[in-house]
């Protein structure tokens, strides 16, 4: 069974930093995107940042220059370094993979951590 693992998150005064790693255990046929989301209660998730295994990134206008995220060779491991952060960044942080399997016919799946806790306080 293939599933992912979240790490990192805590309690951290503003301007502080968080890493952030998510391993994924099992196998798979290959890799289509890394990324970290974050959800504020009652609040739809949003993006943080993403990646492909070639390196092509996406992320939102709030976190560049501050967050860089990045992926193992392995393309097990994504982490999110989290830079200068703010009081208005706690939330519940929660890492994405899509990933392609082979089971008699090719498809894709979307997997999920649990969720990490990033608290910043005022």
């Known amino acids: 069974q293939v599933r992912l693992v979240e790490s990192g998150g805590g309690f951290v005064q503003p301007g502080g930093s968080l890493r952030l790693s998510c391993v994924r255990s099992?196998?798979?046929?290959?890799?289509?995107?890394m990324g970290w989301y974050r959800q504020v209660q009652n609040k739809e998730r949003e993006l943080v940042a993403s990646?492909?295994?070639?390196?092509?990134?996406d992320s939102a206008e709030f976190v560049k220059g501050r967050f860089t995220i990045s992926m193992d060779n392995a393309k097990t491991t994504v982490t999110l370094q989290l830079n200068h952060l703010k009081p208005e960044e706690t939330d519940v942080y929660y890492c994405?993979?899509?990933?392609?399997?082979?089971?008699?016919?090719?498809?894709?799946?979307?997997?999920w951590g649990q969720g990490t806790t990033v608290a910043v306080p005022q």
């Open positions: 994405r993979q899509e990933i392609q399997y082979y089971k008699g016919s090719y498809g894709y799946v979307e997997l």
């Open positions: 990646i492909t295994p070639r390196g092509d990134t």
């Open positions: 099992g196998s798979v046929y290959s890799v289509k995107r």
